[in-house]
């Protein structure tokens, strides 16, 4: 007996059937018929050249909805009864739309769904919209063309409003009000956000080494001659330790462990402002240097010089706050409630110099965190992205699809750090020298920067220009690698790069 014919719906239905078993087949990368996680997903949508691939913020949300087994998995039946519920949708949605009934959509008729929707939006906007979803640029918006871009907005009633969100969304754009933020400043503010936060938590954890080393920094006790004399009866270790017994000592005298957080206010303060200035300045330069050709390929000088960059601009802006910081330090007693502390410190040094007083030594700062920056940021991108490119080679997948281990991310963070600390020490001591000038703790003052050199060299010899670099290391490892670990771990929930 002949097989009966296929009724034209039924021919219908295998074509669409066959049309959603090759979407399938093009999001499941991995061809193991299923999608088994977000990444899974991310990965076809990248497949697919879907913009949606890079919205983290959103690609949860679709998961969950298209996994109606709340199994965690995405299987081909999921997916089908998905795509048949949401390509319904969509129609629906697009028919409202369709004021002229052609079949397709000009841009006066999103406009005019938008102004009814008390949606408001640029015309630059409008037509980006409609720029992302006219693939063949023919000047008109097909249902095909409507439903290829918005199948996966995660959305169980779509409507205008929501189709709008859902593109400011996976193009990583924000609104508030008429307000509408492009991409890069949406980006910029996450980067802000990420490194002030980090600088909050490192600096707090390990306020009392920062604490030690300003105390050994303002000492300027005569050692040239004691350091001289150890060396000849070979006991410089002893000496060496002695400094950093007595400063220990002197803290805690003045006021018990808390005295181990004084300024610390101070520096939570500046960090914020700080990092976020450090951390997005630098992401902004690597991307101007860059141009249009991207950041993932900048070479390593280029990441040197935007680490420089960054590290100018964010202790410029902070100064004063750095310099006041150290001088209530320096004058702090153990009686004395550190609000008052402050505010007669601040005063005493709008009174000896004005503005002024604030900048003391900031060209050396200057000269200093350049080549800090640039050694500490540009070691650390190097060291992240030789592990990822050696990783994604190893393992045969793409470099955005591998992970840096927390572990990794702390050693990177020390070990670029502490390099760069070292090396630049003796310029940090002479500018935290010439801010402190004139307190308690250190009552020299100085006419310049060859006066101060020649001070600290001719009392306590070359060795004083590293004076209190172990405490330095000990502060700068744990706080590098701590920065580092949120900003990096902040970037993910933020969808950053």
């Not at 980006?187 to 009392?208: E, N």
């Not at 920062?210 to 070979?234: W, Y």
């Not at 976020?276 to 101007?288: H, L, N, R, T």
């Amino acid at each position: 007996m002949p097989p009966s014919k296929e009724t034209p719906e039924e021919a219908a239905k295998r074509r669409k059937d066959e049309q959603i078993r090759r979407l399938f087949t093009t999001l499941d990368v991995r061809r193991c018929g299923e999608l088994r996680d977000i990444d899974d997903l991310r990965a076809g949508l990248r497949e697919l050249q879907h913009p949606l691939e890079g919205a983290d913020n959103l690609l949860q949300e679709v998961f969950d909805h298209i996994d109606s087994g709340n199994d965690g998995i995405i299987t081909f039946s999921e997916f089908r009864v998905f795509v048949l519920e949401t390509e319904d949708k969509l129609r629906r949605l697009f028919e409202q739309l369709d004021v002229l009934h052609q079949g397709r959509l000009k841009r006066f008729e999103i406009q005019r769904a938008l102004h009814k929707a008390g949606v408001h939006t640029t015309d630059g906007r409008m037509n980006e919209l409609f720029e992302a979803m006219d693939k063949n640029n023919d000047g008109y918006i097909t249902f095909d063309e409507w439903r290829d871009y918005l199948l996966f907005l995660p959305e169980q009633l779509p409507d205008i409003k929501n189709v709008i969100l859902y593109f400011q969304s996976i193009h990583q754009v924000s609104s508030e009000g008429d307000i509408l933020i492009s991409d890069e400043a949406l980006q910029s503010i996450g980067y802000f956000l990420a490194g002030g936060l980090a600088g909050a938590v490192s600096r707090t954890a390990t306020a009392p080494f920062d604490r030690l080393k300003v105390a050994l920094i303002a000492s300027t006790e005569n050692t040239s001659k004691r350091i001289a004399g150890a060396a000849l009866s070979r006991s410089l270790f002893r000496v060496d330790t002695a400094p950093l017994v007595r400063a220990l000592s002197d803290i805690y005298a003045n006021g018990g462990l808390r005295s181990f957080f004084i300024g610390n206010g101070l520096n939570v303060l500046k960090i914020f402002p700080e990092s976020a200035i450090k951390f997005g300045s630098y992401e902004a330069a690597k991307k101007f240097i860059a141009g249009p050709a991207g950041t993932d390929e900048l070479s390593s000088a280029s990441r040197f010089l935007a680490g420089g960059i960054a590290g100018a601009v964010s202790q410029a802006s902070v100064y004063p706050i750095d310099t006041l910081k150290f001088r209530v330090q320096c004058e702090s007693g153990g009686n004395a409630e550190l609000g008052s502390v402050i505010r007669k410190t601040a005063s005493k040094m709008w009174a000896q110099g004005g503005l002024r007083s604030f900048y003391r030594g900031l060209p050396l700062g200057i000269v200093g965190i350049i080549p800090y920056s640039s050694i500490d940021l540009g070691t650390f991108e190097l060291l992240k992205r030789s592990y990822i490119k050696r990783k994604a080679k190893r393992l045969k997948v793409s470099e955005r699809d591998v992970d840096v281990p927390n572990h990794l991310v702390l050693g990177f963070g020390a070990s670029s750090g502490a390099f760069g600390a070292s090396l630049v020490y003796p310029l940090n001591l002479l500018r935290t020298r010439l801010q402190a000038q004139g307190t308690r703790a250190h009552p020299a003052t100085y006419t310049g920067l060859q006066d101060v050199i020649q001070s600290t060299l001719r009392k306590q010899g070359w060795r004083g220009l590293f004076r209190g670099l172990l405490p330095n290391l000990m502060k700068v490892i744990p706080s590098v690698s701590i920065s580092y670990l949120v900003y990096e771990k902040s970037k993910q929930q933020m969808g950053l790069r």
